[in-house]
């Protein structure tokens, strides 16, 4: 099992000496000592309305909220992901999950060919800090970028700053970067998701989340990514999880995502939070073993089938 101290953990020099040791505090919280993240995403309500929590094939639980904070309180997980006043209903009930603000989101309902996509941050940093104020368990911030998009320049704007500001409290960032818009013709070309890990590094965020690049160039779709996780640098790389899938492919496709494709861990939501909540809590519980226990792909499945605990 992969395990960090401290004194492993690089601190960049944009986080001033007094948040130093938030800023560490934090990044063990998150990678829960591994220097690895397990993201368990939760920020689809708005991202993709109700279509993602309600319907066929999706478990009635989903469609109430507090379905995604019970998985996260009693599954494993590094960080929950979602919208300040998404964490602000429910967080109290919940004080031991480890929580990332989104601070940008915005609806599919305008496509790309209506107008290129742009996602305006929902609020400042101090009120996220009031929430931390109260008690509230945020370890970090995320952020989504379209890189491509004809607005592009607005939103790396934004997350430039945020980063700063954050980094200024001792918290961390991940930014979402997906090419989008009517400039990008293949959103998961391997040279434009390298390309998307090099801006989050330039950013200065801790973590980066992209979508799995396409087999291309020769080499499989975990072998393009060991190049964007290169050019992700001291910038950790995690991949998105995408929609819900056989558990057993997808344990294996993140296996070769970190083993094959050097990615640091995973930002799964669909793929946990469509099912039931004890079923979830076994997939957050079999997923970690993947990404912060180096398990291989058969025990993780025991795992998630019930047939082996996993705990940190």
């Known amino acids: 099992m992969p395990k960090i101290d401290r004194d492993q953990v690089r601190v960049p020099v944009d986080v001033p000496a007094e948040s130093r040791?938030?800023?560490?505090?934090?990044?063990m919280a998150a990678t829960r000592g591994t220097g690895r993240l397990m993201l368990f995403a939760c920020d689809q309500k708005i991202e993709h309305l109700n279509k993602d929590f309600y319907g066929e094939g999706i478990h009635p639980e989903d469609l109430d909220p507090e379905h995604l904070?019970?998985?996260?309180?009693q599954g494993v997980c590094g960080v929950l992901a979602g919208q300040r006043g998404l964490i602000a209903q429910y967080a109290a009930?919940?004080?031991?999950?480890?929580?990332?603000?989104?601070?940008?989101?915005?609806?599919?309902?305008?496509?790309?060919?209506?107008a290129d996509p742009y996602s305006a941050q929902l609020h400042d940093l101090?009120?996220?800090?009031?929430?931390?104020?109260?008690?509230?368990?945020?370890?970090?911030?995320?952020?989504?970028?379209?890189?491509?998009?004809?607005?592009?320049?607005?939103?790396?704007?934004?997350?430039?700053?945020?980063i700063a500001e954050a980094h200024a409290e001792g918290l961390l960032v991940v930014l979402w970067i997906y090419p989008r818009g009517k400039a990008v013709t293949a959103e998961k070309d391997p040279d434009l998701i390298a390309g998307a890990?090099?801006?989050?590094?330039?950013?200065?965020?801790?973590?980066?989340?992209?979508?799995?690049?396409?087999?291309?160039?020769?080499?499989?779709?975990?072998?393009?990514?060991?190049?964007?996780?290169a050019a992700a640098g001291r910038c950790g790389l995690v991949c998105a999880g995408g929609s819900k899938a056989d558990p057993e492919a997808f344990l294996t496709q993140l296996h070769d995502q970190i083993h094959i494709g050097g990615a640091c861990g995973n930002a799964t939501g669909r793929n946990i939070h469509m099912r039931s909540t004890e079923e979830a809590i076994r997939l957050t519980k079999a997923i970690s073993a993947?990404?912060?226990?180096?398990?291989?792909?058969?025990?993780?499945?025991?795992?998630?089938?019930?047939?082996?605990?996993?705990?940190?």
């Open 21 to 27: 040791e938030t800023y560490i505090d934090n990044y």
């Open 69 to 73: 904070f019970q998985i996260g309180a």
């Open 93 to 114: 009930d919940y004080p031991e999950v480890n929580y990332l603000v989104k601070m940008n989101s915005k609806t599919n309902l305008v496509k790309t060919s209506q």
């Open 126 to 162: 101090q009120a996220v800090m009031d929430m931390r104020a109260n008690g509230c368990n945020i370890v970090g911030l995320g952020y989504t970028i379209y890189l491509g998009s004809e607005y592009e320049s607005n939103m790396l704007s934004e997350a430039g700053q945020l």
């Open 197 to 229: 890990a090099g801006v989050a590094l330039c950013l200065g965020a801790d973590f980066v989340k992209v979508n799995p690049p396409t087999d291309g160039n020769g080499k499989t779709s975990a072998e393009n990514l060991a190049i964007a996780s």
């Open 290 to 312: 993947v990404t912060l226990a180096d398990y291989d792909v058969a025990d993780a499945v025991k795992v998630f089938k019930g047939e082996a605990d996993f705990a940190l």
